[in-house]
């Protein structure tokens, strides 16, 4: 089945340690990427891949960071995770290399940092 | 800068009626635009696209009209069916400038009651 998979569904985490979030896809697709989500904010980009080795930000990468070290693997790290990104978070792939090939998305990760 | 606006964050519809969503843009580069729709607990999947040569695309109870003057799309649903019960979002993308990136509205929330 096509999928892409995150881990973990749910996170608590206090301010300061640091957390990754995996996020793999088995399409072999070329261009990954990771949303957040937040109320009243919609789903705002914060990085996004368009091959191995090739990532740059998005709209909202403060905080972040992402590698892509295999084409199937995308994950996000928070180096020293503070409240304000408590949210909920997608990671997508599409076939292509841009915003208009249709994206696959995972179930979501909702982080709280306390 | 709200690039892409959802100005109505609910909807309700009767069960059979037409459900319509609408979206602004203000970037007048944007000349591909999906739909999304996320159910709780789960990733936006792909609704409908629409590219910017087209002022019309249809798939089934869906159909997508762009109005390139207006900057105003919306997403027409013929019948509603409570299985449409969801949040949807609307996307843009600058394909002709070459963007990889999707920009998203903030969701309007479709309530349709049996």
């Known amino acids: 089945e096509a999928q892409v998979t995150q881990n973990p569904r749910y996170l608590i985490t206090v301010t300061g340690k640091k957390l990754t979030v995996t996020c793999s896809q088995n399409?072999?697709?070329?261009?990954m990427s990771w949303y957040r989500q937040d109320p009243g904010l919609g789903l705002r980009q914060i990085y996004y891949s368009m091959n191995v080795e090739v990532t740059d930000k998005g709209d909202v990468p403060e905080g972040y960071k992402v590698s892509r070290k295999e084409k199937r693997n995308f994950p996000l790290i928070l180096e020293s995770p503070s409240p304000n990104q408590t949210s909920l978070y997608f990671c997508?792939?599409?076939?292509?290399?841009?915003?208009?090939?249709?994206?696959?998305f995972g179930p979501g990760t909702r982080l709280t940092v306390t | 800068d709200q690039q892409v606006k959802q100005n109505s964050p609910s909807l309700s519809v009767q069960e059979g009626r037409i459900s319509i969503l609408n979206c602004d843009y203000t970037?007048?580069?944007?000349?591909?635009f999906l739909w999304y729709k996320k159910y709780p607990a789960e990733g936006p999947t792909f609704l409908i696209s629409i590219s910017s040569i087209k002022d019309k695309n249809e798939d089934g109870r869906f159909t997508v009209f762009l109005n390139k003057s207006a900057k105003h799309l919306s997403l027409h649903i013929v019948p509603s069916q409570p299985g449409d019960s969801a949040v949807y979002f609307c996307?843009?993308?600058?394909?002709?400038?070459?963007?990889?990136?999707?920009?998203f509205g903030k969701g309007t929330k479709l309530s349709v009651i049996p």
């Open positions: 996307a843009a993308s600058a394909r002709g400038a070459g963007s990889y990136q999707l920009t």
């Open positions: 399409m072999n697709h070329e261009y």
């Open positions: 997508a792939s599409s076939l292509g290399q841009g915003g208009w090939y249709e994206q696959y």
């Open positions: 970037n007048s580069m944007f000349d591909y």
